[in-house]
């Protein structure tokens, strides 16, 4: 059997119709930028989130560096960022001429380790970028209190986490639940295409209940401008391409029912796998709902567990096998090995398994007859 890791196409059948009509309504109008669906697609995605803004933009990355440009991030500032993320988190803030300062993970979530992060906080400390890591809210609520204790931003890194909650005082009633990217000051999505919600190319949006953020971000996103050719600040062109917004449309009404998908998903792979002692399944904490961007395991033996799974046809992938602090990119930073130590066991370690909405169980069957095989060897 083949189980491929993702597969966007059989998935892209449920939205066929809708995707097509929004292309021909949007080919249509021949208003390719800042159109009325990019317009409808901010009003529709800030109200999925419960957020009074958001600004489309042309991916994930220029979420982040919008954001922390709009939240006043620049030279001579330090933000705080997991060291154990995707490289764009990091790379947003220096980006902005700011310095990442970087945090090791909480040993069971692999999000931020809150404990750690008040002994880094100094003078130049202007913000925290919490990352939602594979669908999975960082703690908000611990990190909006040493926030506002230490007077810093927040910078929500919800590139992988488009639906998924945070539940204050980990009471999981529906009131409670705040969505990923609504708690701080501003909250980032990447749409790239295998995300959660992924559009048809890249693309990403900037949610806030900022008013002076939300300002910024639009003059940020298109050149500084105020009115055709006045422009008040230097920005970016990282508008949100209509078309892009359009298929997103098509999208947005089914992102829960998928993302209940990955849940019962991850639900049947924990039952599977949660008796054999080589592999620690993943954790959801008590104040999460995971959305499972991606399922994680972690075994000892990882490299000859990957070589076993793609020998029998499982579309396995490593999400990271290596740190930031540890990236040729990030050597000036004169990090060393050792410094992150989670962080570098948890990239040693880490595999991730087949999981995407219209995943079978036949299919979840066998990925973990083989993953239990693998172990074994
Ligand atoms: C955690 C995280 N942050 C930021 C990004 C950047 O998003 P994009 O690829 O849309 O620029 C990604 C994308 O993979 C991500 O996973």
Redesign the pocket.
Known sequence: MNVPFLDLTTQHKEISIDAHAAFERVFGKSNFILGEDEVRFEEEFAAYCGTKFAVGVN????A?VLGLLSSGIGPGDEVIVPAF??I??ASAVSMTGAKPVFVDSDEKTFTLDVDKIESLINKKTKAIMP?H?FGQTADMGRIMKIARKHNLKIIE?A??AHGALYYQGAVKTASQGKKAGSIGDVGCF???PTKNLGAFG???IAVTNDKNIYRKLLLYRDNGRKSKYEHILLGYNSRLDTLQAAFLRAKLPHLDRWNDARRKIAKTYNTLLKDIVEIMTPMEADFSHHVYHVYSILVKNRDKVVGCLKSKGVGVMVHYPLPLHLQKAYKFLKYSKGDFPVAEKVSKQIISLPMHPVLTVEQVLYVTECVKNAVKQ
């Open positions: 991916s994930g990355t220029d982040l993320t995707f764009a988190s990352v890591l890194d590139a992988q990447s749409f790239y890249d693309a990403g």
